[in-house]
Nanobody
């Protein structure tokens, strides 16, 4: 069973930075078989894409984070990373790690990010 565990959330000031990590396990060589990414959700809203890295290495960012966030992976540590810079109050949300292959998808439990002065 695929397991995704996020960490690194917390409180940051506007203009600050946070780095989220997602340690994944339960399947071999996930980076080659899964599209992996980050989504976020605020109360009352749907979960929306932040950034995704396809199994071929292609990267897509939402327009709202393009130029500020960087998604990467460390295959030696089975970890997906989201580096968040120039944070804005509107980045406040629960951030979820996602792994998807075909019609099968998995989610982590999420980590709260709050941007406030």
């Amino acid at each position: 069973q695929v397991l995704l565990v996020e960490s690194g959330g917390g409180l940051a000031q506007p203009g600050g930075s946070l780095t989220l990590s997602c340690v994944h396990s339960g399947a071999s060589d996930m980076a080659s078989h899964f599209d992996m990414g980050w989504y976020r959700q605020t109360p009352g809203d749907q979960r929306t894409l932040v950034a995704v890295m396809s199994r071929s290495g292609g990267i897509t960012y939402s327009d709202s984070v393009k130029g500020r966030f960087i998604i990467s992976r460390d295959t030696t540590k089975n970890t997906l990373v989201l580096e968040m810079n120039s944070l804005k109050p509107e980045d406040t949300a629960i951030y979820y790690c996602s792994a998807r292959t075909g019609t099968v998808g998995f989610w982590g439990h999420g980590t709260q990010v709050t941007v406030s002065s």
